[in-house]
Structure formats: structure tokens, C-alpha cells
């Protein structure tokens, strides 16, 4: 990942970055040696053969464009069964034209996220090099993924490093009842993935975050799917929630690659989101100006931040805990695909963060709130003239709506009276959990009503809310 450190490591490592240069590794392939299709439209032939796992998989469907493994070496639940819908509603809210806001709802996963379409690489390259013992550091959902892997394959073991608190109990219920052993941490995220890839260095554990190359390279085919349900065409925009920084450095390679392969012949612009209480990347690239520069970007500057980060003990806080992270591992994968791009980066409120899930999830399908941070930033960028309403433009919806019922539920159910004043809202967990966010006000809340327990009362209320 360094481009000027030319060492190169076969497939049988499980090294995660250089031992000369320190940096992250990054999957390259002998192109010429691969029987790649003349088109993208040449992959439809697959579906014909669905009955084949490979084939049905919306990862390995594409495997000419992840060929790192033989197809006897290849482990799949059927991940990728995922869908680009339009939603007028979703679409107006944010403020483009009707069908040129679609949403890619990653959450319909085996999972329930995203990360299946990187952990069923992950667990192939475990498989390769017969890896007995698998970990992750997690904010919920790469547990929750590697943990089905491991359950449904028997493979290998599980164990999973989680931050005390934070993590969503859709979340947390997954990877305890799939059988991970399940490590909390007295720290954060940032703590947990230190710890855990220190302690697989030292034990030979196969480690899956999306340090691991491999992982990435299975994100991709969430591009590959959208361009699919595009028909082949390129969109104007993809626009992505951004934590570790892993989907948006696949997204870039992906499309890269797919342009050096004479595949496609442009590039969609690429737009990053952070939540505002998680915003290192947006920071550095927006505020600092820090770019990728063809690989001669400033990195004392970028140790500089993060040393100050670590003075002031700056800590992540938003209510979107799958991006709660302040150190991205992969940050300069993600300056690189910015600017194979021409990306931006925005940072959004969580209070905008929770008003777009409820627009979502009144559309249909619904996502966690880590996900709607997309929507808000397309909102945003619209707003700000940088997305013309006219532009086709892809959100990606990275995990589902029951990942994380509380915030939902929270939303919905608070009395907005209650959120201006956080010392009163003490006694009420979801308003001093809303207030606490900096959430002030609710207006795409769905209340439930309070009704009496009898039939007249019942038919009153329904002739009043007109139904
Ligand atoms: N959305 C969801 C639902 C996530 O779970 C994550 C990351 C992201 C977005 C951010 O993606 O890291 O590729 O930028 N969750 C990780 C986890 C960190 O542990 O589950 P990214």
C-alpha cells in the first residue's frame, strides 16, 4: 500500500501489512492470467446456473474480478442477495428528481450488513491457509458476520473483541447466539482493534477486521451489484457511510480496476459520510486538506492529528455505534480511492442522521443508523450544490433496520418536549439517550398512540386519525 515499498507476499500469508514499510497490504493480480469476460453483461449467464453456490453468491458470481481463490477453496452462505430499490419518498426528502436517488440495501445480507460480502473473502483465505481460530475487533456488525461464517461453515472458532457499551443489542445478540466467544474490552472500538491484532500477531489468529486485504476485495461486488442493477451504465454518485473506511477504499479499487480492465469507461464520483462525533476522515480531508497525491501524501501531518487526537484524548461519541471510530485503519486506501474518485467528504449531525433513518424506513426495508448517514449526506450535498438533483446517485445501506431497535425505538417514542432539557430528561432513558446526542427535535417521528382498552375509545381514535 505504500507505493514506493515494492515487496510483494503470496497469497498463502496471512500478513495484514508490510514487514518492510509497515503499511496495509493491498491485493494485486496477474491480470493477464485471468479468463476475464469481454463485457459485464457476460456475468447474467450466471443466473441461469443458480443452483451452483458460486454462482448464486452476489460475491462470487463476479469471481473473475476477485480471483485470489480456486473455486473448490471458496466459502459461501448465498451472501450478496442484495437489491438497488428506488424510494420517491427517500428520493424527495433528500432532494433529487424522481428515481435518481436508489438505495443499495446491504442489510438484506445473511448477517444483516454489508460486511458478509468481505467476511465470506475473509473466511475463504482463512480456509486457504487452514486457519483454526478466526477474531475480529467489533462494533457490532463484523462479529456479527464472522460469527455466521464460523457457525454455519464449522471452519473455525470465533472470538470477538468488542468495546464495553456502545455496541447495538441486535448486534451483540447475533454474535453471542451464533457461538463466538465474546470478549468486552474496557475501551472503545479504537481500543478493541489495537488489542486484537496484537493478540493475533502473537497467536497465529487468522484476523478478519478490514485490515485484511482479502475482505476488501469481496466489498467490491457491492459495486459490481449496483452496476448490475444499473444495467451495466455508471452512476453520477455513489455515497457511503464511512467508520473503518473499508467499503469506501473496495469501491474505489473496484471501480479502478474495472476502468484498467477496459470494463467500464468512467468513474462515479465517490462521497464519503461521517457522523460528526466520528469525523477523523472528514477532518483530514476536508479541514487539512490531506490527499492521497499519487501516494506522496503528508503523513507527518496525518501522525501530527492523530497524535494530538491521542493528547487531548479525543474519543469518538455518536449514536450511529457501528461508525463510532476515530482511528480508520483504513484511511489511506480511502484517500486513494477519493481520488481515483474525485471524492468528497461530508460530516453529519446525529440528529440528521436519525431524521433520515425515519424517512428510510418509511420508504421500506428501513436500515441501522450508521447506514441513513448516507442519505443525510446526499441530503447535504444537494443542499450545498455539490449533487445536481438531476445526478444518479447510489446510498448504500449497510446494515439493517433491526440491528439496532433502541435508537428506532427511541426516535419514535420520545416526547420532543423532553429533549430540549437534558436535566429533566434524566429520568427517561431514550430522551437523555437522544439529548445526550445533541437530537433536539424529532419531526419524522411516528408515535405510537396511547389508547384505552375499549372498543369505543378505539373507534373514536380511528375516526379522528381518519382510518
Ligand atoms: N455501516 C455499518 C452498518 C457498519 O457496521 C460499519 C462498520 C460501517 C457502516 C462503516 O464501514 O468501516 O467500511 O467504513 N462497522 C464495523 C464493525 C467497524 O465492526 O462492524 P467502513
Redesign the pocket.
Given at each position: 500500500m505504500n507505493p514506493a515499498c515494492r515487496a510483494t507476499y503470496s497469497v498463502s500469508e496471512t500478513l495484514v501489512d508490510c514487514s518492510k514499510c509497515g503499511h496495509l497490504l493491498d491485493i494485486a493480480y496477474d491480470w493477464n492470467r485471468v479468463p476475464l469476460p469481454g463485457s459485464l453483461k457476460q456475468f447474467e449467464s450466471r443466473w441461469s446456473s443458480r443452483r451452483n453456490p458460486l454462482d448464486f453468491s452476489g460475491v462470487w458470481r463476479f469471481r473473475e474480478l476477485l480471483p485470489f481463490a480456486r473455486d473448490e477453496q471458496i466459502v459461501t452462505i448465498g451472501e450478496g442477495q442484495t437489491i438497488l430499490q428506488s424510494s420517491a419518498g427517500v428520493g424527495k426528502y433528500a432532494g433529487f428528481q424522481t428515481g435518481k436517488l436508489l438505495l443499495q440495501y446491504?442489510?438484506l445480507n445473511p448477517s444483516g450488513?454489508?460486511?458478509d460480502n468481505g467476511m465470506t473473502a475473509a473466511s475463504t483465505h482463512a480456509h486457504m491457509v487452514g486457519a483454526k481460530v478466526a477474531a475480529?475487533?467489533?462494533?457490532?456488525?463484523?462479529?456479527?458476520?464472522l460469527a455466521i461464517y464460523s457457525s454455519t461453515t464449522r471452519l473455525f472458532e470465533t472470538i470477538v473483541f468488542i468495546g464495553s457499551g456502545k455496541i447495538a443489542y441486535g448486534?451483540l445478540s447475533q454474535a453471542l447466539d451464533y457461538g463466538a466467544k465474546t470478549l468486552q474490552i474496557q475501551g472503545d472500538?479504537d481500543d478493541a482493534?489495537k488489542q486484537v491484532r496484537d493478540v493475533c500477531a502473537a497467536r497465529g489468529i487468522y484476523l478478519c477486521?478490514?485490515v485484511n486485504p482479502f475482505r476488501l476485495e469481496g466489498?467490491k461486488s457491492i459495486m459490481f451489484r449496483v452496476l448490475e442493477a444499473l444495467n451495466w451504465e455508471v452512476p453520477d454518485w455513489i455515497v457511503?457511510?464511512?467508520?473503518?473506511?473499508?467499503?469506501?477504499?473496495?469501491f474505489g479499487k473496484a471501480f479502478f480496476e474495472l476502468k484498467e480492465l477496459g470494463l467500464i469507461h468512467r468513474i462515479p464520483r465517490l462521497a464519503?459520510i461521517n457522523a460528526t462525533g466520528s469525523n477523523t476522515l472528514y477532518q483530514l480531508f476536508e479541514q487539512h486538506k490531506i490527499r492521497w497525491n499519487g501516494g506522496k501524501l503528508d503523513e507527518a501531518k496525518i501522525n501530527g492529528f492523530f497524535g494530538q487526537m491521542d493528547t487531548d484524548n479525543r474519543r469518538a461519541s455518536t449514536l450511529?455505534t457501528?461508525?463510532e471510530?476515530n482511528r480508520?485503519v483504513?484511511l489511506l486506501k480511502?484517500l486513494r480511492a477519493l481520488e481515483v474518485c474525485d471524492g468528497v467528504v461530508r460530516e453529519v449531525s446525529d440528529e440528521a442522521i436519525l431524521e433520515a433513518k425515519a424517512q428510510i424506513g418509511a420508504g421500506g426495508f428501513g436500515?441501522?443508523?450508521?447506514?441513513a448517514?448516507g442519505v443525510a449526506g446526499a441530503k447535504l450535498l444537494r443542499e450545498q450544490g455539490v449533487i445536481s438533483p438531476s445526478d444518479q446517485v447510489v446510498c448504500?445501506l449497510?446494515?439493517h433496520q433491526l440491528?439496532d431497535p433502541t435508537s428506532t425505538v427511541a426516535y419514535h417514542s420520545v416526547d420532543p418536549a423532553r429533549l430540549s432539557a437534558i436535566a429533566t430528561a434524566e429520568d427517561d432513558a431514550y430522551a437523555t439517550m437522544l439529548s445526550k446526542a445533541g437530537v433536539t427535535q424529532t419531526p419524522a417521528a411516528n408515535r405510537p398512540i396511547v389508547v384505552e382498552n375499549k372498543f369505543e375509545s378505539i373507534m373514536a381514535l380511528l375516526d379522528r386519525i381518519g382510518c
Open positions: 446491504e442489510g450488513s454489508f460486511k475480529c475487533a467489533s462494533t457490532g456488525n463484523t462479529s456479527a458476520s448486534k472500538f482493534l477486521n478490514s466489498q457511503v457511510p464511512g467508520g473503518n473506511l473499508g467499503n469506501s477504499s473496495a464519503v450511529a457501528a461508525i471510530i480508520p483504513n480511502c436500515c441501522e443508523p450508521a447506514s448517514a448504500i449497510t446494515g440491528k
